[in-house]
Every structure is written in structure tokens, then in C-alpha cells.
């Protein structure tokens, strides 16, 4: 009986070949995402529902609790927010993460710098902020297990660690 249950569930195209490794991006989504109606739906809604609350920019004590950010800082913070970057709005930018996170498990954001596309993390403040997709990028390790840079394919150098964000979803 489990088998011809299995073999309901299951795809017929997809008995006895392998799934697609974890790492298959690509693959995930176009089987996942693309083509499955309900799984698309889901990701729709928890993604398009993430951009409903507030932002609120908030500081960390020396005590470790938060009180609202006031100052130049938390204000160019909250204009960063609200135009993370020249072709997206606030909710534009966390739709595309959470939808990123809700396929992969993952999503990343680069930081661009006031002293442009090549600045370090010396040389200036965060101006834009702008989504990747995780199947492209690559965490490089340090000789201590923490991350040194980002790669992103089909681009020769490196992203520094400071310029990415990334947020796995555990």
C-alpha cells in the first residue's frame, strides 16, 4: 500500500532517478518553484507578508537592550531602507530575500559603498544595499573556518566579507 501511495505522490518521471543535490539551486527552483503552484503560492505569500510590519531602527545598549536609534546615523539607515538601492523599494528588496531564503536556504545582500563598486569596507558608508542570487554565490573560507570573502560566479574577484550579508535560514 506505501508503494502505490509513494507512486501517487511521486512523479512518474521522477521513479528511480536521483533528486537533485542540496546544492542545486537551480534545480530546486525550477522543480520547486516554477513548477509546483502550491509551493510557489507559499513562497508568494510568506515573502510578500514579510514586507507588512513597520521597520524600525532600533540601537543595542551597553546592557544589551534596544532603544530607538536617533542621530544621523539611524536616519541615513532609515533612507537606505527605504531605497535599499535605484531599482527596488523597501519591499521589493525583502520580497526578493525572503523568496531567495523560501528556494534555497539562503539569501545574500551586497553592500555598496560611498567610494563605489570597487570600495572596501574603509571606504565608505553603505549607500546601497542589493539582493544576490544564493545559487551564484560561493562563501571562501578562512584557515579558522570563518568567512573570508564571497565569490560570485562568473566574476574573478572576490566580495570581502564585510560587503556581504547573508543569513541562512536554520
Known amino acids: 500500500r506505501s508503494a502505490v501511495t509513494s507512486a501517487r505522490i511521486m512523479p512518474t518521471w521522477r521513479a528511480n532517478r ?5 546544492d542545486d539551486y537551480k534545480a530546486l527552483s525550477e522543480d520547486g ?3 509546483n503552484v502550491l509551493v510557489a503560492a507559499c513562497i508568494w505569500e510568506i515573502a510578500t ?3 507588512e510590519p513597520s ?3 532600533k540601537r ?3 546592557d544589551f537592550t534596544l532603544e530607538l536609534a536617533v542621530g544621523p546615523d539611524a536616519d541615513a539607515l532609515r533612507k537606505l ?3 535599499p538601492n535605484p531599482e527596488q523599494s523597501i519591499f521589493t528588496f525583502l520580497e526578493t530575500l525572503h523568496t531567495h531564503q523560501q528556494i534555497t536556504g539562503n539569501w545574500f545582500f551586497r553592500k555598496l559603498r560611498s567610494g563605489g563598486v570597487n570600495a572596501s569596507k574603509t571606504a565608505g558608508n553603505v549607500v546601497q544595499i542589493w539582493p544576490m542570487w ?3 554565490m560561493r562563501i ?3 584557515t579558522t573556518g570563518w568567512v573570508k570573502e564571497y565569490k560570485l560566479e562568473g566574476r574573478t574577484d572576490p566580495f570581502p566579507a564585510d560587503d556581504i550579508v547573508h543569513d541562512p535560514l536554520h
Open 140 to 142: 571562501v573560507p578562512d
Open 33 to 35: 518553484y516554477r513548477r
Open 81 to 83: 531602507l527605504d531605497k
Open 49 to 51: 507578508s514579510a514586507c
Open 134 to 136: 544564493p545559487g551564484n
Open 18 to 22: 536521483p533528486l537533485p543535490p542540496v
Open 55 to 57: 521597520l524600525v531602527v
Open 60 to 62: 543595542r545598549k551597553k
